[in-house]
Each structure stands twice: as structure tokens, then as C-alpha cells.
């Protein structure tokens, strides 16, 4: 690429002068081949010339334009009049495809609309329809785009006034595959009815959640449910919590003791361990149950196990579900029930190592994109900047 090319950043441009401080103004002459747009002949008569001047990219903090030599033809082919076609530049527009890229790139990365208006001397509507016109260049990029091979399903709350939402993520490739409004079978069927090569599906992260466990069924009855294994620790961590303010109220709303009952065994210090034994101790009934909680943890969270070793697993995980649902407490056959209910997608935990931590990323980068915006009123809107800037 030449070198004028390369500072203009726009091909077929040859620079005739340079003048003014800030703004810059460039003047360039198009040195490229012409031709009809409607039959691409390049036999063509010239009628008439104008000058066009368009806002370019900035020059480290100086505005820059650029002013060059348009002209009007007729094509000989087909008789059609038509004004010059430049590269990186649109017909009618007031400035370069470069320029509006920056623009959006500025705003994207955090730059209110109000500064960018006063810095780029235009305004703040136009940022705002720029930055919506490259959003729906990315988004229809990706309008094709079939089914990832690896599904995360997980909500997120996205207004008081429309409530939650649910991310279908692209786990394998770590982006998000679509955002739809509502949690419920009835708002999210349409949409798992006219997913696009959903057949590819093959393995579907959730938590435990009846809802989208029917759905996959329902829509995706190819695809491996796999249960996310933060939701299954969390759960038995909250009704483990709960048995504990039934044996000791007291105790369990001292916020050490708090902390060290929620850690995993092999995460506590020695100073830790004693002082958590030292407590036990006292509490013959809690420590029968903290110990069988570690257990419990200990065997959910087991990753790459081949099929030999989850047969052995899988007997021993029976084992922990009847002793719960046997106990005195009520919140414990709750939990037991629950596990039952969902056995075959926990075990499958210990064959396949992917969780929703991904899904659970992008719904921190989702709420920081709600936050920059102060706020979504439409949720095409939210959709629309979601899928562009995490996919």
C-alpha cells in the first residue's frame, strides 16, 4: 500500500495538499477505475463535477476532512446517470466510513454521546444512529449463525418492568448465541421451535431449573443435560445453612463460624480447622452433619471421570440421596428429593467438564453494557447491543 494510502487509510487516493492546523484539511484526487454501478461497464461520458468535503478520521486529537473532485456520468451501456462511487464512502454521506467507525468505536469503549458531539462537532442523535448502524452490521453478520454445539441456558434480570430474561451461550466458543425476554415455557418455545440447526446441539448447561430442563427436552431431545456444578454446590451449601439455624440458632449467626461452615474442607488454614473443630465439638448433631456435607461436596465436584469410575460413583451418590430423605430434617429431604429428581444430569457432572461460569461472565459484562446506558426501556434495543459486543 502506498504511503498516502496508508496515513488516509482509503485505497485509490492520491494526496495533492495539506493545510490547516485543527481541523486538517486534506485534499485528494481518486485515481481508480469508474464504472456504472447498475451494469459495471467502465464505458462512460462525463456530464458534470462538484466538490465533496467529508469528515475523516482524526489525526491524533485534530479533526480532519478530507475535500476531493466528485463528478456526475452517463453510462454508454445502458444510458444510466450516476454520481462517482468512491471506496469508503457512501453515497449522500458527509463523511467517510472510517470516520464513523471511529466514532463508534469511541462510544462503544465509554465515551458519553455529549463528548463525543462536542469533540467531533456533530450531534449527539448522530452518534447515537451510528453506533445503531454498525450494532445491526455486527448483528446481521450473525443473523445465520446455526446452534452452538455446546449450549449454556442461565436468566439474568433485566427491568422491574419486563422482569428476566434468558442467554443462550455459546460455550464452546465463549460467546453469546442469542438474548430472549421472559424465563417461562410459554415466552421461550417460539423461540427454541425456531432455532436454526438445532440438531447440532448436543450437550445443554443449566441449572436447576424445571423450565428450561423441559424445554431441552422438549425442543433439543438429542442433547445431554448437564447440570452447573456451582448451582448444585450452592444448593446443598443453603439447605446444609438451614439444618444448621434449627440444631443451633445462636451459632449460626456468629459471621466467622459463618464463613468457615461454607468453605470446603481442604480450603481452611490450620488455625481455621481447629477453631471449626473446637465449635463441632460442642455440637455432636452439627458435626455429623458438616461431615457428611463435605462428602457429599467432595463427590459432586469430581471432573473427568470415564464411564468405569461414574458407574462406581453413581452407586455411592444413591447412597448420600437415601440418607438424606431418611433424615429428621426437614430441609435435608428436601434436598434429598431434589438431587433425586435431578440425578441423571448431576452425574453427568463428572463426565463433562463444562459449567454456566461463561454464561455467568457475560452477565457481568451484560449488566455493565445496562449501566453505560443507564438503563434499557426496549429490550430489542438491549438484545441488539448484547449480541453485537459479546458475540
Keep these: 500500500m502506498p504511503e498516502m494510502e496508508s496515513i488516509l487509510s482509503l485505497p485509490g487516493f492520491e494526496v495533492q495538499s495539506i493545510k490547516g492546523l485543527n481541523p486538517v484539511l486534506i485534499k485528494v484526487r481518486y485515481t481508480g477505475p469508474v464504472a456504472c454501478p447498475r451494469c459495471q ?8 463535477r462538484f466538490i465533496r468535503r467529508l469528515q475523516h478520521e482524526s489525526i491524533g486529537v485534530r479533526r480532519c476532512y478530507i475535500e476531493l473532485v466528485a463528478r456526475k456520468f452517463q453510462c454508454l ?13 457512501l453515497p449522500y454521506r458527509r463523511s467517510t466510513e472510517g470516520f464513523r467507525k471511529e466514532v463508534f468505536e469511541q462510544h462503544r469503549t465509554g465515551i458519553c454521546q455529549q463528548t463525543l458531539a ?3 462537532h456533530i450531534g449527539s442523535a448522530t452518534v447515537e444512529r451510528w453506533f445503531h448502524d454498525f450494532l ?15 449450549l449454556g441456558l442461565d436468566e439474568h434480570f433485566f427491568s422491574r418492568k419486563d422482569g428476566y430474561a434468558t442467554t443462550l451461550c455459546d460455550l464452546q466458543h465463549h460467546r453469546v448465541h442469542d438474548v430472549v425476554l421472559g424465563r417461562s ?13 438445532k440438531e447440532r446441539v448436543r450437550v445443554v448447561c443449566m441449572d436447576l ?17 448437564v447440570a452447573d456444578r456451582f448451582h ?8 446444609f445453612l438451614t439444618t444448621w439455624r434449627t440444631l443451633d440458632n445462636i451459632g449460626s449467626r456468629n ?13 481452611l488454614n490450620p488455625i481455621q480447622a481447629m477453631r471449626l473443630r473446637e465449635y463441632l465439638s460442642h455440637h455432636p448433631a452439627m458435626a455429623a452433619v458438616y461431615d457428611f456435607k463435605q462428602k457429599l461436596c467432595r463427590l459432586l465436584l469430581m471432573k473427568n471421570q470415564t464411564k468405569r469410575q461414574c458407574r462406581r460413583l453413581i452407586g455411592l451418590f444413591l447412597a448420600y440421596i437415601e440418607q438424606l430423605k431418611c433424615s429428621g430434617f426437614e430441609s435435608l429431604k428436601t434436598l434429598g428429593q431434589t438431587l433425586w429428581n435431578w440425578q441423571e444430569e448431576i452425574a453427568c457432572m463428572w463426565r463433562f467438564t463444562k459449567s454456566n461460569g461463561i454464561t455467568e461472565g457475560f452477565h457481568t459484562k451484560m449488566e455493565m453494557i445496562s449501566r453505560r446506558a443507564f438503563g434499557f426501556k426496549n429490550f430489542e434495543n438491549y438484545r441488539l447491543r448484547v449480541k453485537a459486543l459479546c458475540a
Excluded at 452490521?137 to 446452534?147: G, H, L, S, T
Design 136 to 150: 445491526n452490521r455486527k448483528v446481521a453478520e450473525m443473523k445465520n449463525n446455526p446452534c452452538p454445539r455446546v
Design 255 to 267: 459471621r466467622g463460624l459463618l464463613s468457615l461452615m461454607r468453605r470446603h474442607q481442604e480450603h
Design 232 to 239: 448444585v454446590i450452592r444448593l446443598v451449601n443453603q439447605h
Design 118 to 120: 462536542e469533540q467531533k
Design 77 to 89: 451501456d445502458c444510458g444510466r446517470y450516476f454520481h462517482q462511487r468512491f471506496p469508503g464512502i
Design 209 to 225: 431449573a424445571a423450565v428450561y430442563r423441559a424445554l431441552v427436552k422438549k425442543h433439543l431431545p438429542q442433547a445431554r443435560i
Design 41 to 48: 461497464s467502465p464505458t462512460v461520458r462525463n456530464k458534470d
Design 185 to 197: 415455557e410459554a415466552a421461550l418455545d417460539g423461540v427454541f421451535r425456531a432455532l436454526r440447526a
